[in-house]
Structure formats: structure tokens, C-alpha cells
């Protein structure tokens, strides 16, 4: 069997510029305080990551293995996650008078959201560098995500979510033998309950975009979009943010799928949908600004959009500016709305979150910012069987 090995180099601060030991434990950049990015020698991965050998590669994330930041085989860990279906949304599509509407299923990725990708590589890597016991502030799915590639990796796991946590959660977050604390607060506040901890010595920070490696398994969505659509990437991604690692992952994936000579320069416009009540980077986007202003008073049924600071927020905007993309804002209503048409009309039953990228392609139709004959790929990034609360 061939070894694959990662092509890891480097870690780069994202705002500026300044290089770190990959192969040490870190958070932020020690210097900025911002988010720091894996950097590969491309040309060495390339000799072995090339289009044809994907396809005897297994159907999950690790088939980039050589793009990705863990060394040692062994800790790759794997519950099946990744390479989720594409599927074309007939229905709605002629709802809309659309022709090429796709989603992205990733309600089908154990613990039924896209965390996982980027749990699995946070935890692989933690696990790889000799961290001894995790921690997360969530809102739900990130939890779960860790809680699960925790019990795999056979490390402690300690949870800090909000009390207001949908049941399901909680459920599962005990089942994955994870230990959860309630906090009377917002994700923020969950937050500095686990920094508290980091100070203490008891646990790593696995929050988003806080340490490097979360941005890594979810880059693997854009890998994955360039694979599925025979490597000619969709006009236009609609993608709902909260911390934003989805859209900063598969901006940095695009860029090295055209170093690796897998795309050309074009790329998708990237749209980033909020709730109303929670949507500090659309403002900061329609002010022309480089990073957000915290929101004030989040409330949101999403609760994976009720993120009132995120850590990348330049990286956010600047992908979406530089890709020509937009932002905006649904409201809870269209949301709710959204989850039940999805499900009567494609049989999906989607995480509000999730819903909240049809409501805006709605807006966006209506506004001509996206038009109907143009490849569009919603992000269905959660699967809404932990959010019954919402449709009973
Ligand atoms: C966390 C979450 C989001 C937001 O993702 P980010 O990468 O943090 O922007 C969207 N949808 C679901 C289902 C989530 O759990």
C-alpha cells in the first residue's frame, strides 16, 4: 500500500503574513491574535495528489490526504465523513425557473452536519501533537462534531453551549461521552468559559478558526465541488455563516486546486446569508469594511448563524469581495418557511440553517444578483433532525 504523506510546511498568520512552526501547538498567531493557515509544498503533494488517482481513493475527506495536515496515518481519524452528495434540486429549481440548482447534502456526514470535517482534522491534529483533553464553546453541531472524533481519539472532551441548546443535542453530546456545561449566555460567552479553562492548563481550544486545522476539513467542500462538477466549479455558492470556516476553507481550496493545475483562475461568486436577527458580516460588507463590529443582541432560530464576533472576519469579507460575491440578510420567518418547502419539495429535511440559503436565493433572484440560468449550489450544512422544535 502507498503511504500517503501530508505536504504540510508552514503556518501562516492570515493577517500578516508572518510564518510559524507547523509541527508545534498553537491557537491564534502569538503576535496579530488572528487566525493562522496551513501552508503545503504544493509541488510535492502534486506528485502523488493528482486527478486520476482520486478515483481509487476512499469516498471521504482523506482522499486529499496529501493537502491535508496530518502525518502520521494512524491519527487520520475516520467516521465516514465527507464526500457528501451533490444533488440536483429539480423541483425547486422549476419553482424558480431555475435549470442547474444543486445542493450540497451535508446532513448525510456523521453527527449530521458539516462540523465534522472540521473536527475531524481539529481532533486528528491535537491528537497527532500530543494534546491530552479538548474543548469547545458551540452552539449545537460543533459539539457534537467533537464530541464524536474526541470519543474516537479516546481524549476527554468538555462542551460549553448555550442553555437554550436544542434537546437533541444535549442527547448527544452525553451519548458521545463528552462533559457539557450550560451557560446562561450566548456562543461568546460559551467562549470565554473555555479560554478560562486554556489559562487553567486543562484542555485545548478547539473553537472556530481559533486553532489552524478546523479550516482544513472544511476546505475538503471545495475540493469535493471542483471533483463533483467534473472540475469546472458552479457560478455562484450560497453558503450560511457564522464563523465563516466553510467559506475561508473553500476560498483557500480554490486557490490550491489552481496551483495544483486541477482549475483554472475562475471562480464561483461566494454569497454569504445571515439571519436578520444576527448578521454582523453583512453589515460590515455593505459598509466596506475590512473586519465586523460585534452584534449586539443575537437571536436567531439559527443557531449556527448566532455568532455575534467571528475571529476571520477579514477573511470572510475578502473572499467574498474578491470573488465577486455578496451578502445578505433572511428573516427567521422565511427561514422556518424555507425548512418546510425544502423538505416537501425535495425530501430533505434540512437544518434551519441550511434553509436559510433558499430563502436567500429567492432575494437574490428577485434583486438579479444571481440569474437563472447560472450553476448554483446551495450548502445544506446540517440535516434538521436535531431541530424537530422548529416544525411541530
Ligand atoms: C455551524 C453551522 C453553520 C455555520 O457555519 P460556519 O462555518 O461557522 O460559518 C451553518 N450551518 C450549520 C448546520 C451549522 O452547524
Given amino acids: 500500500m ?4 501530508s505536504a504540510l510546511t508552514h503556518l501562516e498568520c492570515g493577517w500578516t503574513g508572518e510564518t510559524y512552526d507547523a509541527d508545534r501547538v498553537w491557537n491564534l498567531s502569538p503576535a496579530a491574535g488572528r487566525p493562522l493557515l496551513a501552508r503545503y509544498d504544493v509541488a510535492a ?16 475527506l482523506w482522499r486529499y490526504a496529501e493537502m491535508l495536515p496530518v502525518r502520521d496515518p494512524a491519527c487520520r481519524l475516520t467516521l465516514g465523513e465527507g464526500f457528501t452528495p451533490l444533488i440536483r434540486l429539480e423541483h425547486l429549481g422549476a ?29 486528528s491534529r491535537a491528537l497527532e501533537l500530543g494534546v491530552r483533553a479538548l474543548a469547545i464553546p458551540t452552539a449545537g453541531n460543533a459539539g457534537s462534531a467533537m464530541a464524536a472524533y474526541a470519543a474516537k481519539a479516546g481524549l476527554p472532551a468538555a462542551i460549553f453551549a ?6 437533541p443535542f444535549l442527547a448527544e453530546y452525553r451519548a458521545l461521552g463528552a462533559e457539557v456545561t450550560l451557560v446562561d449566555g450566548l456562543i461568546s460567552d460559551c467562549a470565554r468559559l473555555v479560554q478560562e479553562g486554556v489559562r ?12 489552524p486545522y478546523r479550516v482544513e476539513g472544511k476546505k475538503t467542500m471545495g475540493y469535493e465541488l471542483a471533483e463533483q462538477f467534473d472540475w469546472a466549479l458552479p457560478d455562484v455558492i450560497i453558503y450560511p455563516t457564522g464563523g465563516g470556516t466553510g467559506i475561508v476553507g473553500m476560498w483557500k481550496a480554490f486557490a490550491e486546486m489552481e496551483q495544483l493545475g486541477w482549475i483554472d483562475s475562475r471562480r464561483p461568486r461566494l454569497i454569504s446569508v445571515q439571519s436578520a ?10 459598509a466596506g469594511a475590512r473586519t465586523a463590529e460585534p452584534w449586539s443582541g443575537a437571536a436567531t432560530i439559527a443557531d449556527g448563524l448566532r455568532v455575534p ?6 477573511l470572510i469579507l475578502d473572499a467574498l469581495r474578491e470573488s465577486g460575491g455578496t451578502a445578505l440578510t433572511v428573516t427567521d420567518d422565511e427561514i422556518r418557511a424555507a425548512m418546510l418547502e425544502t423538505g416537501r419539495a425535495e425530501g430533505i429535511f434540512v437544518a434551519p440553517e441550511a434553509a436559510a440559503t433558499l430563502a436567500a436565493l429567492r432575494h437574490l433572484l428577485a434583486a438579479g444578483a444571481v440569474r437563472p440560468g447560472e450553476r448554483v449550489v446551495l450548502f445544506f450544512t446540517g440535516s434538521g433532525l436535531k431541530y424537530t422544535h422548529l416544525v411541530s
Fill in 2 to 5: 502507498i503511504i500517503v504523506k
Fill in 45 to 60: 503533494a502534486g506528485a502523488t495528489l493528482r486527478r486520476e488517482a482520486l478515483r481509487e481513493r476512499p469516498a471521504t
Fill in 277 to 286: 436577527g444576527c448578521a454582523p458580516i453583512v453589515r460590515a460588507f455593505h
Fill in 162 to 167: 448555550p442553555r437554550d441548546v436544542p434537546a
Fill in 95 to 123: 419553482t424558480l425557473g431555475m435549470e442547474a440548482l444543486y445542493a450540497k447534502d451535508e446532513g448525510l456526514i456523521p453527527t449530521a452536519s458539516f462540523k465534522a470535517r472540521g473536527l475531524c482534522l481539529a481532533v
Fill in 309 to 314: 464576533a467571528a475571529i476571520g472576519d477579514f
Fill in 200 to 211: 487553567e492548563g486543562r484542555w485545548f481550544d478547539l473553537s472556530t478558526l481559533k486553532e
